[in-house]
T-cell receptor, first 112, second 112 residues
Framework: GQNIDQPTEMTATEGAIVQINCTYQ??????LFWYQQHAGEAPTFLSY??LDGLEEKGRFSSFLSRSKGYSYLLLKELQMKDSASYLC?????????????WGLGTSLAVNP | NAGVTQTPKFRVLKTGQSMTLLCAQD?????MYWYRQDPGMGLRLIHY???????AKGEVPDGYNVSRLKKQNFLLGLESAAPSQTSVYFC???????????FGSGTQLSVL
C-alpha cells in the first residue's frame, strides 16, 4: 500500500527550532510538498522537494532523502503564529496532482 | 487577486437534501480539484478537472457530481445528502498538473 507517516502532535517553545518528520512508502515518487494549515483555514504551500537535499526559504527549510523515503520540515526562530498543522504530501508515480497522497498532518503548538 | 473563492463557508443540510458548492479561481488555472478533509483521514480527492468542460473521478467520488462549464468555476453537487458527507470541503486549483495547489478557504458542511 501507499502511506505517509507524520507525528500527530508536537510542542515547541517560541524562538526555538523544531523538526517535523515525514516518511513515505509509495509506488513511485515525483515530488514532496509541505503545506501549512491554521485551524479553520485552507492549507497554504510552504515548500516542494523533488531532488535530494535541503531547500531553504527564510525561517523554513525542507529536506528530502528519496532513498530513505524521508523528509523533514525545519522551522527556525519559532513564532506563536507558527502554531498550525503541517501536511506532508507526496506525488506518486503518475506524475500529476491527482495522485497526491496526503499525510494526516502534524499539529504544532508553539508556547511562549 | 482573490485566488480561490469558495461559497458558502458553512451549511447545514437534512438527510436527502441537495446543494451545490461553488468554487471560483481568478488565476487562469487549468486544473481544479475538490477535496474533503475529515479527522483521522487526511485530504481525499473527490473529483477533479483538467480543463473547461472536463471532469474526472478522484478517490471518493460516490454521492457527488461536478461540473466545469467555465474555466474559472468548478461546482460540486450533492444530490441527496447523507450524514457520511459531513465534512470540510476544499476546492483547489493549479496552473498545471505538476504545480503546487492553491486552496480555497473551505466549506464546513453538516448533514443531520
Amino acid at each position: 500500500g501507499q502511506n505517509i507517516d507524520q507525528p500527530t502532535e508536537m510542542t515547541a517553545t517560541e524562538g526555538a527550532i523544531v523538526q517535523i518528520n515525514c516518511t513515505y512508502q509509495t509506488s513511485g515518487f515525483n515530488g514532496l510538498f509541505w503545506y501549512q494549515q491554521h485551524a479553520g483555514e485552507a492549507p497554504t504551500f510552504l515548500s516542494y522537494n523533488v531532488l535530494d537535499g535541503l531547500e531553504e526559504k527564510g525561517r523554513f527549510s525542507s529536506f528530502l532523502s528519496r532513498s530513505k523515503g524521508y523528509s523533514y520540515l525545519l522551522l527556525k526562530e519559532l513564532q506563536m503564529k507558527d502554531s498550525a498543522s503541517y501536511l506532508c504530501a507526496v506525488r506518486g508515480d503518475a506524475g500529476n496532482n491527482r495522485k497526491l497522497i496526503w499525510g494526516l498532518g502534524t499539529s504544532l503548538a508553539v508556547n511562549p | 487577486n482573490a485566488g480561490v473563492t469558495q461559497t458558502p463557508k458553512f451549511r447545514v443540510l437534512k438527510t436527502g437534501q441537495s446543494m451545490t458548492l461553488l468554487c471560483a479561481q481568478d488565476m487562469n488555472h487549468e486544473y481544479m480539484y475538490w477535496y474533503r478533509q475529515d479527522p483521522g483521514m487526511g485530504l481525499r480527492l473527490i473529483h477533479y478537472s483538467v480543463g473547461e468542460g472536463t471532469t474526472a473521478k478522484g478517490e471518493v467520488p460516490d454521492g457527488y457530481n461536478v461540473s466545469r462549464l467555465k474555466k474559472q468555476n468548478f461546482l460540486l453537487g450533492l444530490e441527496s445528502a447523507a450524514p457520511s458527507q459531513t465534512s470540510v470541503y476544499f476546492c483547489a486549483s493549479s496552473a498545471s498538473t505538476n504545480e503546487k495547489l492553491f486552496f480555497g478557504s473551505g466549506t464546513q458542511l453538516s448533514v443531520l
